[in-house]
């Protein structure tokens, strides 16, 4: 093993456990990745030192607690490239950013209006969007994809008309790979003056993201699959939408002036952040960023590519093997099948070598659909995994193969 | 006649001579194959257990006090986890059923299968077979 | 000091740390409780052994951290007295609890149909409450508190119709302290047929809560005011209620099946639990659950209410102050102004004593107005103050005014 | 006539006699005091920072390419700190304003009131005292 790749293992205490007596070997990557100790005593530190409420308070150590909770906004806005600290939301998740901008946005829309979403979209930006146009009487509509697993883009301008008012796409499939053109879209989004929701959510810890390049008007991820903690998520979300849209939830926080006769609401970011947020969460996301950093999120991105073509390359000539997803200009998450083997028994097989995949549907039942089947193994990469663990796992899933022959 | 008690000492028994994994569940794959044929055509969607990974199917029949469960998965180990509670609850009455002790599962080393994660059948499988137990008891017992 | 409220500080690292040269002396508890260290270990040790995602996978990380996941859900179950784990709702706080409600039960009602909140509320239990009347045309109205800071029960009784459908009262007041009659509150509304969301942000770290006792048909609290971490919090619910409430945000984990023609949803609870749930932060609550029964909760709202007398007697002897709140049969929050002496001043120099406590609206701006007042300072015990500590707030308190005259 | 910078110098220079905090805080309730009377008609919503916890109000008059300050709250600290504010910042031009350093808050101690808390007043009015040259500068100096 590199020795750099050494360094980076050794950051992530889990990895030295074992289960059912085997080292753990963690491909489940897209479900969560494990967090690098400085992230774990980031959030614990807080706990220790800093602990309190943010924003109102007068005291050391709510002050200290509102600089750090708003150095990490700042870090978040860099790390992403956004224009400004205003178009930072907290949120607790990807799901709870993208349910925001579903509710909040299709506010200003009216009855008969579409929205348009991919069919390769994970069930948290499907269901956010059936939830709000059953609401507000507007139309869902699916950009298609093809067999290989890559957006139908002739399709997406076929089913774009002046009543489609924001299209949701996901910048990576979390079950396919696939990496979808965001700009492409985009450009024909915005020529259409229609705004575009990319979920990054298995993006965002795996390639350089540049809002201001992608030109996308909002941006949706989780810190927990970024190396950072759980109940942390972020929405990014141009100010001249964010401007307009009205607030999602009420509370402390988000508001300027309260009173029965009518409140106002706070200034952005705050207005769409209601509630004592998580702060020492938040904190802990800064610190998974520095992670990334100091590693450099192109050579993630690098290494984890070796580690995906190795992978498909070796899949592949094993045989009898379904493979999804394009093969080219794809992330580190692969989908496969053993044929006449049924996921959920190879992976109950493969945990007890210690292995963590994932099976199942993936929260993406229509892509299943598709394909006809009812699920899949799914492997996906992080920062520390290596040659040597997808060795193991190869001769792990022979092993599995020869067991149900 | 076995009660509940005895059939899954039994399997347990059975159970206690493995000491690796792996020799566990070609075991239960093996149970699994010793399940009766389930037809296509009882592989209906109210047959179905919902919420987990795999597919299976579990059908009951009462006669003369006793249930009778058949059922089917398309996965190998759960239609082996499903036989083996089949093989258990089989023959025994709705009482019996509604009441049994499932701590044999434990003891067997099947407990990760209990957990409440939905991803697999046994707690769905252990539901529905008792939800069957509950009807058939209120539909003929308080009759006779 | 007691030898065991010694017993209780020495979990808490952050007592011993100094501020502004100066021991702390954290009177903040309200807004934010500090954690011991089983609390801040708990979600460590978490992410260092079992990190996973919950639900769905089958490796043993995943099913590992599930058990523990769900038995943090029987904890919350056990320490409130629901019925059932299907009416424990994991939210990210109070507010989002609130806004659950607010949200989805109003979906069931029609135009005209009304809410009653009362004075004293938070911002949390206000504003989620005028943002849903305002969307779905139904009116808010007021329940109106006597000058001692009690609910007026003749008021709401008055106010009370047969198209009113829900009341929503704070348990305690975060502001004066008062302990509403619940009960009673309850006793009347459901003679009505009303339901009652208790806002118990205030009681759930003071009072033992047994919600089939109080019979309430909401309850919402979070989990960084009871010792637990920031970003979780509970939402119960009676089932009945829940059953019939729709959905609050779609994702994953909420749906039972999705497809573009039609999804169906999840069984309760998780039908309210769209997204990866904060499973750390879930597992550290039980932590701090286990934490105050190990003390008891009995024994921690004798403290505090020892604490309270001794305080506000102190305060009243003290004179050229104003009390605001009731006297007897109140929590652990006292709230008070020194004549001429401006609250953002006293606290300013508090702080420099080492002192953490609260100045301002607190989140309560129409109970300010009903006073005529911009704000108090505020102090707010918690199992670990001591009557040490108030002796030096009130020696502090004597400098203050002293350089203010 | 003093610039921006030399005011704030000796106002830096002020402050560093004092070690204790205490003091320090006596001498910004001090400089409040000094503050000219602001009559109450002036005490209007639009001449409010909104969000800090005391009630602080700035006004602004443009006079020969010159801004002079006015203010008055009714929290002592907060006072004082607005009125070093203004003896900092009055009379200087508003691309002055636009363009001052304010680091001068760091050096007399005051960088905890720098915070983006919302509790307190002076970034609050930092930005009204910048908008204020903002829009004098747009007003008076393209016509010019
Ligand atoms: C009475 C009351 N309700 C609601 C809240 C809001 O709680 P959270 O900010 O944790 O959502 C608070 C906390 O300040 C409170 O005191
Ligand atoms: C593409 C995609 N979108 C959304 C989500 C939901 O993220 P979270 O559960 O953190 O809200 C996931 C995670 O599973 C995902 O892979």
Tied chains: 1, 3.
Excluded at chain 1, 238 to 260: A, H
């Amino acid at each position: 093993m590199k020795p750099e790749l050494q360094d980076i293992r050794s950051q992530f205490p889990i990895l030295n456990r074992e289960v059912n007596g085997k080292k753990l070997i963690y491909f489940d990557n897209g479900a969560t990745t494990q967090k690098p100790i400085g992230v774990i005593d980031a959030e614990s530190q807080y706990y220790k030192e800093l602990n309190s409420n943010v924003h109102r308070g007068v005291h050391f150590l709510s002050t200290q607690s509102t600089i750090a909770f708003e150095n990490a906004r700042k870090s978040v806005q860099q790390f992403i490239n956004a224009r400004s600290e205003n178009e930072i939301i907290f949120t607790k998740g990807t799901t709870e950013s993208i349910n925001l901008v579903a509710q909040s946005f299709t506010s200003l829309l009216q009855k008969g209006d579409n929205i348009i979403v991919s069919r390769m979209e994970h069930h948290s930006n499907i269901v956010p969007w059936q939830l709000a146009c059953k609401g507000r009487g507007l139309e869902l509509r699916v950009a298609e994809i093809t067999s290989d697993g890559l957006l139908d883009l002739q399709q997406l301008a076929s089913i774009i008309d002046d009543r489609t008012k924001l299209i949701g796409i996901a910048h990576i499939s979390n079950v396919l790979g696939t990496i979808n053109p965001i700009k492409e879209i985009v450009a024909m989004a915005h020529s259409n003056n229609i705004p575009v929701l990319v979920d990054g959510a298995q993006s965002v810890a795996h390639l350089k993201i540049d809002v201001e390049d992608l030109d996308c008007d909002f941006f949706a991820f989780s810190a927990h699959k970024m190396y950072g903690s759980m109940g942390v998520g972020v929405l990014y979300g141009k100010e001249k939408w964010l401007e307009k849209m009205p607030p999602y939830q009420g509370g402390g926080e988000m508001i300027k002036n309260v009173s029965f006769d009518g409140t106002t609401f706070n200034e952005l970011p705050f207005k769409f952040e209601a509630g004592t947020p998580n702060v020492a969460g938040t904190i802990a996301l800064s610190e998974a960023i520095r992670f990334m950093q100091a590693i450099g999120i192109e050579n993630i991105g690098k290494c984890e590519h070796e580690l995906t073509n190795y992978a498909l390359a070796k899949l592949t000539d094993m045989g009898n093997i379904n493979l999804f997803g394009p093969i080219q200009n794809r992330s580190s998450v692969i989908s496969f099948l053993l044929q006449n083997i049924h996921p959920y028994d190879a992976g109950t097989l493969l945990d007890k070598m210690g292995i963590a995949l994932r099976t199942g549907t993936h929260c993406a039942e229509p892509l299943m659909k598709f394909f006809g089947i009812n699920g899949t193994m799914r492997i996906s990469f992080a920062a520390y995994n290596s040659i040597e663990e997808i060795d193991y796992f190869l001769e792990s899933l022979h092993k599995v193969k020869q067991i149900f022959e | 006649m076995t009660n509940i008690k005895e059939r899954s000492d039994e399997i347990a028994a059975n159970f206690s001579v493995f000491d690796d994994w792996l020799d566990k569940y070609n075991y239960i794959i093996e149970i699994g194959k010793s399940l009766p044929v389930f037809e296509d055509a009882k592989k209906s969607p109210s047959n179905l257990i919902s919420g987990c990974q795999s597919q299976v199917w579990i059908t009951a029949e009462y006669r003369d006090g006793q249930i009778f469960f058949a059922g089917d998965s398309d996965a190998l180990i759960t239609k082996g986890i499903a036989s083996i509670l089949i093989q258990v609850l089989s023959g025994a009455s709705p009482n019996e059923i509604i009441n049994c002790d499932m701590s044999f599962i434990d003891r067997i080393g099947l407990r990760e299968h209990l957990s409440p994660t939905r991803a697999n059948g046994l707690n769905g499988m252990i539901k529905q077979m008792k939800l069957y137990a509950i009807a058939f008891k209120s539909k003929h017992e308080t009759i006779i």
